[in-house]
Each structure stands twice: as structure tokens, then as C-alpha cells.
């Protein structure tokens, strides 16, 4: 017979998401105190493009990230995140009228019926500084034993020595996020302000977007109660944040070899995830002894006992292990990285939180991202009894609940750290100024050759048609009109007279007809007052390929 309390067990035992997660408040700006004491700084990161970069340059830009992390000693942690998430609804918020406005009706309506396959994508860096035990120093306690104890028994003295240990702890961690900051300042790092910051914890624990930006920063204190806004379910193989299926995937063995960009395929992988890479330094003396106990293990454990219970047993006839030789021998290159190469090790581990409305799909995505990892011969993990603990370890601060950890060399966590973009980065689609979604390069290339520009003219073959042309001579009337912006750098825009007559003077002798006819139209455009229909960077490019300008041979970050 089931008895009453085993049946409301699992109602009882249950507590509020707020009680599983370590953030407490803000204690400056951008400094997130934990119920630990730990302190927090995050940045979002812009990325680099890595497209038009050599391996050697990619090489380059992870050995910054390599002297970031020497930076970093055993009180820190950091947290690597990026996130995959399909873009919102377009929204239209023209002022044209006519054929105008229709042709942006239907572009917008287009891409709301390709939105699923349409992803934001965006990093972030966390750093969380561990400070040690708060309070009187041991020594303190042997010179002055009745000062001490005085201290620690007095409410005010209790609360004066905490205070000073939490400002000095905040500029020590000031002083490493500044560090870090300059070491990764080609990656584009930006620190999150309070409001920045509270966003970015509801996106790492509401899984429902619109859930996620719902609720602005209310209060400095009690983060945890106001970052979680869905109930978590725990199921067999899943969990239920609100109304989406999350499943979390944990790195149980890393590639094999390690080289820049090397998650690359994982970035790749179709539906909505956040992938965390924690990294902390582990100390020279315990890396080391834990290294000789394991090689000293293994080297016994690499000839039986049995082979010394015969005294005349020869060392050819004894039965060796080669396995076991053979770890000793890599623990022994350990050991050489570590007191010859100068290298260090720390504890690292990479989560996959995938998010879906179906199962299946979700299944799917879960089989791409093993497949990303076995590619490299690394292995993901599925997790099932530990997913709870899985997916509590990607918010900063509960570290305690992070149970994969593995020790890797400060270059193999530079490799795998999240630094390049992926080709979905590459070019932005903009209505009137404001940020919309993100394709690839191939693709800007088609909606060049397809979409308006700047509202005063279109461009290449599309203006000698009729339809376009109606369109042009209403887009010229209406100053008002704008319509979709497509370009790989939105601030490389002109809008300026002097930029396309400099153009025309530098093209003159090598334009072909048509392309100089159609140069013209706009800087008559230009002229009347408007804004000029073709940006500078499009007569750069046509003077490197009619030899009038250099040619790059490399694009830098």
C-alpha cells in the first residue's frame, strides 16, 4: 500500500527556482554580488569575423585568449557563453505609400515565413571572482587573540571587516576585468551595465524569449527572485523551463586535437541552444601532484604481481600492460608542458542547453550536436538524472552544481573558447536603422542585387524595368520613403554628395559604360538633395577590380 507522505514527497521536497540559483544583487555597477560571496562582471562580445582570416591570423587571435586566461588565477571563473536563437517578428513601420510600401509587405512577409530558419546569434563573457574566506586572518588570531575575538563577537566590528573585504574585493575584480579587457580588445568587449546585465540572466533561465524580456530591473537586491519567471519540470530525459523542452548535453571527452575555431560545426547546429565554456585555473603544486599519483598508480598497476611469485620469472616472460605504459607515458608529457613549456592546467567543461517546442526536433538537434563533437573525436554527453544539476551549472555563481569538469591545458581551452562568428553573422538586414536579422555573405550579395536602397533608386539590371522604374520616380518624390538596407557593415552607408563624386573622378577612365551611367544618376540624386543611392565601399570595390585601387590581400579582424 502506497502511503499519503510518499505521494505528496515530490510536492513537499520542491522549492522555487529563486533558491536554486546563486545571484543575489548588484553591489556596483555591473558587479552582481553571489549568496556566496562571489562577484560577477559580464561583457557582451561583437566576435570576429572569421571568413576572411588565414588559419595564421585565427591562430593569432586565440593566443590573445590564451594570455587572457594566464592572467587569471585559481579565484576565477570564466564563463564563455553564446547564444542561438531564431530571430523575432519583423515588423513594419514604413511611411510609403503605393508600390512602395507593398514591396516591403512582401519582403517582411517572406521572411516571417523563413524565421525559423533565421538565428540571432550573440556571445557573452562572464567573470566570476572567487575572494577567499572572509573575516580575521589566521595569524591575527595568534598576535591578537582578544582583539580578534572582540571583532568577531561584535555586531559592528563583524559588519566593518566584511565591508572592507567586499569593496577591496570589488576592485580586484575590477582591476581583472580591465586586464581581461585589454588582452581581448580586438574581440570587441563591451560590459554590461545593471539593466544589460538582469537581461542577460533572463535569457540564461527563462527559455521562452518573450518571457525573457518581459520584466525590466526593478531592484538592485534579490536577483534570484526576479531573474526566474517559469516553472522547471523534471522529467526522465528532459526538462520543462515554462512552456519549452530543454535538454543538456555535457563534453565527457575533448577532441582529440585542438585548434582555432574548432566548435565550429557545433555553431552550425539547426534550432535554439546556449553553449557554456567554463574554464578555472587549477595551481601548479596540486597539478603536479595529482600527475605523479596518477603516473606512480599507473606504473605500478603496468606489471601484475603475479609475475613476482616465481623467483625465477625472467623480465622477457612477465606479462606487461600497455595501456597502463602507455598513460604513464602521456601523464609524463603532462609533466613536461607543465615544469619545461611553461603551460598550466585548469578545469574546464562545455554544457549544451538545446530549447525546442518539439520533441523530435529537438531529438534532431541533439544528434547534430554530437555529431559537431565526434567530428573532432570529442564526445557529448546526454544527460538524464543529471540534468537539473547540467543546466543550474550555465548561470554564473553555481558553480557548485557543475559535476563534468575536465583538466585541460590553457591552449586546448583557447581553442575551443567562443571567438570567431559563424557565416550567419556576416550581414544584417536593416529597417529604418533598427536591427532585424542576420544572413550570410552569399545571400547579401543576392539582396544587393534585389532590394532598394537608401529609398532614392534601385540598383543594377532591376532599373531598366518598367515596375522598378514606377517605384523609382515615387521613391524620388517622397523623401520620407525608406525601405530595406542590405550591407555587411551598416555604418559604411553614405550619405554624402563629395563621396560619389570622388568616386566618379576615381572610375572615370575605367568604368564600363552602363556603370558609369548608372554613377551619375546618383550623384544627380545626390545633388537635388537627397541622400546618394550607392555606398562608397560599392565604388571602392569597383575600382580594385579595374586596377585603380590596391588590392587587400587579407582582412584583419
Known sequence: MVKLRDIVRGYRDAAGVNSLLALWGFVDDGVVLTKAGHLVIAWRVRGVDFEGLTHAQRASLTHRMEAALRLLDEHCRLYQYFFKQNIPTIELHSQATGVARDAIERRAEYLNERRKSLYDLSFYYVLVYEPPALGWPRREWYRRPSDACRSWLSMRGT??????????????????????EIQLSEYGLDRLGKADAF??????????PIVAEAAPLVSDAFLDYFVADTAVECHRDHLMVGDRVVKALSMKEPPSRTFA??????????????????????????????????RRHFFNKRVSLVNYVAP???PEEMLVDDSATASMNQLGDALTELEVNGHFFGLCSLTVVLRGDDVRQLQQATAEAMKAMAAHDGCFFEETYNLLNAWLATVPGNGAHNLRRLALLETNAADLSFIFGSTKANAIVSIYGKKRWRCSRRRTKRLMRSTFTCGTSVTRSFSERPEWKELSDQLRGDSRAEVCAVHRHPGSWTQLPEAGDAARRSLSRGRPRAARRRHDQSVRLAADGRASAFPACVHEGAARRCGRLPRERSRGP
Request: aromatic share 8%.
Open 261 to 294: 575555431y574548432v566548435l565550429g560545426d557545433l555553431q552550425r547546429v539547426p534550432g535554439e541552444f546556449v553553449a557554456c565554456l567554463e574554464w578555472q585555473r587549477v595551481s601548479n603544486d596540486r597539478m603536479r601532484r595529482e600527475l605523479r599519483v596518477r
Open 199 to 208: 537581461r542577460f540572466f533572463r535569457r540564461l533561465v527563462n527559455a521562452n
Open 159 to 180: 559588519t566593518c571587516i566584511l565591508e572592507a573585504e567586499l569593496d577591496r574585493s570589488i576592485q580586484t575584480v575590477r582591476e581583472k576585468a580591465r586586464t581581461v
Open 312 to 314: 625465477e620469472t625472467k
